[in-house]
């Protein structure tokens, strides 16, 4: 016996929602928050902590089951990109403090300034030129037209003052102590008085690296360390200074006679200052 009956279609699985995936939402906020960081350069070493938790996050977000990941893939991307950014706001930073550091501006007062400080690239002749040859005059401080003697140069942290040049002092040099060497010959020793002044903050005070060397006449350059003497009354270079104080002493150079007065004296302020060039008289 036999019965009719309806067959009924079967009815399709209902797949159940998505649930929401946190691990994905705290990828998503890392990931913004690290991005904003990374571009702040106070703040820069948070960036840096919270974009590679915000991708590992991003990553374990999307092979969560049954979890959406559309917050996990917005941290991913997120957390790329601000890393990229992050990097070239970090090498801009680095750089241009480099460029502060490593190129400090030094500043001139000439004797006769009245105390007035003037960039070393700002300065420029206060006359109207008369003619060709004045406008064609070179750079005040340059090896072509070096300061006087008595003059001060300046950075941030340092007044630096060439009180006096002796030219021949080859004798007082050997009168200081009888295990310094002669000067080899056609060569002598001169002696630079130098000042320097101490204008920084740091509490633990600071040492003058001051910079001192001849340039020839020819273009070639002698610099204390070159012949090692016992010099009368020597610039400490290593003592140190704290805010407003001074160090006066003299550097003695080994130096060819012949134009020995037709040479300049290359003078920095620091280790990392421009250096501006002195007459030797």
């Not at 797949?15 to 571009?39: D, E, H, S, Y």
């Not at 002698?222 to 400490?236: G, I, K, L, R, Y």
């Not at 104080?245 to 550097?251: E, H, R, V």
């Not at 006679?257 to 920095?268: F, P, Q, Y």
């Amino acid at each position: 016996m036999t019965t009719n009956t309806d067959i009924r279609p079967a009815q399709p699985h209902q797949q159940p929602p998505k649930a929401r995936n946190t691990v994905g939402i705290i990828a998503l906020v890392a990931a913004i928050v690290g991005a904003i960081f990374a571009v702040i350069p106070g703040a820069m070493i948070l960036g840096w902590i919270l974009l590679p938790i915000a991708f590992i996050l991003s990553i374990v977000s999307l092979f969560m089951k049954n979890q959406k990941r559309g917050q996990g893939i917005a941290a991913l991307i997120i957390s790329i990109v601000g890393t990229i950014v992050g990097m070239i706001v970090f090498i801009g930073v680095v750089g241009s403090a480099f460029d502060e550091a490593f190129n400090e501006e030094t500043q001139i007062q000439s004797p006769t300034d009245g105390g007035e400080m003037q960039e070393l690239e700002d300065v420029v002749a206060e006359q109207e030129p008369a003619d060709s040859a004045d406008t064609n005059e070179a750079e005040e401080g340059s090896r072509a037209n070096p300061l006087a003697i008595g003059s001060t140069i300046s950075n941030s942290e340092w007044d630096v003052t060439i009180n006096s040049v002796d030219l021949n002092a080859t004798d007082a040099i050997a009168a200081e102590n009888p295990f310094n060497e002669a000067p080899a010959d056609g060569n002598l020793y001169i002696m630079v008085e130098v000042s320097a002044t101490y204008t920084g903050t740091n509490p633990e005070g600071d040492t003058p690296w001051v910079s001192v060397e001849y340039v020839s006449a020819g273009g070639n350059s002698f610099a204390s360390h070159d012949s090692m003497v016992v010099t009368p009354n020597s610039f400490d270079s290593l003592e140190t200074l704290y805010e407003g104080a001074s160090a006066t002493g003299n550097i003695a150079i080994e130096v060819p006679e012949d134009e020995i007065a037709d040479g300049t004296l290359k003078v920095s302020p620091g280790l990392f200052g421009d250096s501006v060039f002195f007459a030797v008289q």
